[in-house]
């Protein structure tokens, strides 16, 4: 399986400090992406990073990928209360045509 | 330009009915794919469509369950003598065709959630 694998399962931190989530996969990958949802609600896409990619930022996100160990990092700085939520990321395989979730992280933000 | 849209948001279906659930892509795409969140669980990919075609259904269970994505009008996912089992988040999303072999980032819909009483 080609499945990602994030790390923490769940992540508490107080506000205003920074928050880091792994992700692990297992195969080549065209791109990865990183999602969140909020309790109850549908996904939504943050960043998406390309194999040829090693950084890339989004406002407080910030994204990196190595693909010679095969993970990724999201980080999200200065945090707020409103990030709490799970985050997930998603590989697109290489040789696969659909898209593979993760486990998620759950993250809660403490005022 | 409106985003993937997910109708009903809220399903509560008796064991041994049936479950239609729809999925208007954003437009200008034509890639939908369907994923399953069953609770304190992460999505898991059931099928891939493109307009009147299933490209991947790998992920779909083999009975009851059946997903099309016609010419005209949403992708419709169906559930079968639902069970209790089948109670879950699904979410539809879409993408646009692909590029020189690199698919973008997926849409995803608000999702619908279904309830097996």
């Known amino acids: 399986s080609q499945q990602g694998e994030e790390d923490p399962q769940a992540l508490s931190i107080q506000e205003g400090e920074n928050a880091t989530m792994n992700c692990s996969y297992k195969?080549?990958?065209?791109?990865l992406q990183w999602y969140r949802q909020n309790s109850g609600r549908g996904l939504v896409h943050l960043i998406l990073?390309?194999?040829?990619?090693r950084e890339k930022h989004s406002g407080r996100l910030r994204v990196t990928l190595d693909t010679s160990k095969k993970s990724s990092s999201l980080l999200i700085t200065a945090s707020r209360a409103a990030d709490t939520a799970s985050y997930f990321c998603?590989?697109?395989?290489?040789?696969?045509?659909?898209?593979?979730f993760g486990p998620g992280t759950s993250l809660s933000v403490i005022p | 330009n409106a985003g993937v849209m997910q109708n009903p948001r809220h399903l509560v279906r008796r064991r041994g009915q049936e479950a239609r659930l729809r999925c208007s892509p954003m437009?200008?795409?034509?890639?939908v794919y369907w994923y399953r969140q069953l609770p304190e669980e992460g999505l898991k990919f059931m099928v891939y469509?493109?307009?009147?075609?299933?490209?991947?259904e790998s992920g779909m269970p083999k009975e009851r369950f059946s997903a099309e994505f016609p010419k005209e009008g949403p992708s419709i996912l169906r559930i079968q003598q639902v069970v209790r089992g089948d109670s879950a988040a699904y979410f539809c999303?879409?993408?646009?065709?692909?590029?020189?072999?690199?698919?973008?980032?997926?849409?995803f819909g608000p999702g619908t959630r279904l309830t097996v009483t």
């Open positions: 999303a879409s993408s646009p065709v692909a590029f020189r072999g690199v698919r973008n980032e997926q849409y």
């Open positions: 195969t080549s990958i065209n791109n």
């Open positions: 990073i390309r194999s040829n990619e």
């Open positions: 998603a590989t697109d395989a290489a040789s696969y045509d659909k898209v593979i």
């Open positions: 437009k200008g795409h034509s890639h």
């Open positions: 469509l493109q307009k009147e075609n299933i490209i991947d």
